[in-house]
Nanobody
Framework: VQLQASGGGLVQAGGSLRLSCAAS????????MGWFRQAPGKEREFVAA????????RYPDSVKGRFTISRDNAKKTVYLQMNSLKPEDTAVYYC???????????????????WGQGTLVTVSS
């Protein structure tokens, strides 16, 4: 199984980026997907999660209202739309796919078994 994340880059504070994650996983639509990030010198943290059908999502307070996760099961792709970006959003962003089929979004990284390679997002002030 491969997860290929893309869409990172350099953006000014207040700007937007859209990340994509293309998966090669069989029966992709059975599994929950998530985005996590890791800033330099910090632990990896949860950013967004979506259930298998795409009708339920979860976010931490730090990104709620600014980030939106979505998925296209026909394309086996999950997206992260990031608006109103802040310098503190600077990090490597990783997409992940859950170990087990999920009806609800998973915020615990232990629920995920497959991880993408990461894409760097840099927000300048």
């Amino acid at each position: 199984v491969q997860l290929q994340a893309s869409g990172g880059g350099l953006v000014q504070a207040g700007g937007s980026l859209r990340l994509s994650c293309a998966a090669s996983r069989r029966n992709f639509s059975n599994y929950g997907m998530g985005w996590f990030r890791q800033a330099p010198g910090k632990e990896r943290e949860f950013v967004a999660a979506i259930n298998r059908s795409g009708d339920s999502t979860r976010y931490p307070d730090s990104v709620k209202g600014r980030f939106t996760i979505s998925r296209d099961n026909a394309k086996k792709t999950v997206y992260l739309q990031m608006n109103s970006l802040k310098p503190e959003d600077t990090a490597v962003y990783y997409c992940a796919s859950t170990l087990l089929p999920r009806r609800s979004p998973a915020s615990d990284e232990n629920a995920y078994i497959y991880w993408g390679q990461g894409t760097l997002v840099t927000v300048s002030s």
